[in-house]
């Protein structure tokens, strides 16, 4: 299992408090996971063909879908995810190697709870997540 330390900040979860820290446990969906790089970059093509680069920066960003949560496990999801949807930053250990996780903000605009499993009963339904996140 991985894991996600975080400050709550917003939606906070019962027993939780305002800038506490918190360490949620995390599954990770390999096939959910993906890493784009975008450059930012100014191109000029002369007269004669020649063409000049010049390139500003590139910014890789990881696409992490999670793994189903339900009930107690949903609601901590919720507040991690309310509680760094400003940019605030957080570490993250998608696999559960390291020591020290990652630090890393998200960069994503919004989050969907995308239903997995529909048991009948909403705080029984497993819901799915998935995070644009960039290491800092």
């Known amino acids: 299992m991985g894991t996600i330390v975080y400050r709550a900040k917003r939606s906070l979860a019962s027993g939780h408090f305002v800038d506490e820290e918190y360490v949620l446990e995390i599954g990770v969906i390999d096939e959910g996971t993906t890493r784009a790089v975008s450059v930012e970059k100014d ?28 009930g107690k496990d949903l609601e901590l999801l919720r507040e991690f995810l309310d509680s760094t949807d400003g940019g605030e930053v957080f570490s993250i250990d998608l696999y559960g190697q390291y020591a020290q996780g990652a630090s890393v903000k998200r960069v994503d605009s919004q989050y969907v ?9 909403f705080a029984r339904d ?11």
């Open 126 to 136: 497993y819901f799915q997540v998935q995070i644009q996140i960039i290491e800092l």
């Open 43 to 70: 191109m000029v093509k002369s007269l004669g063909g020649a063409i000049e680069t010049l390139r500003h920066r590139n910014e890789a960003t990881w696409t992490v879908t999670l793994e189903p949560k339900q």
């Open 113 to 121: 709870e995308m239903p997995f499993i529909r048991v009948g009963e």
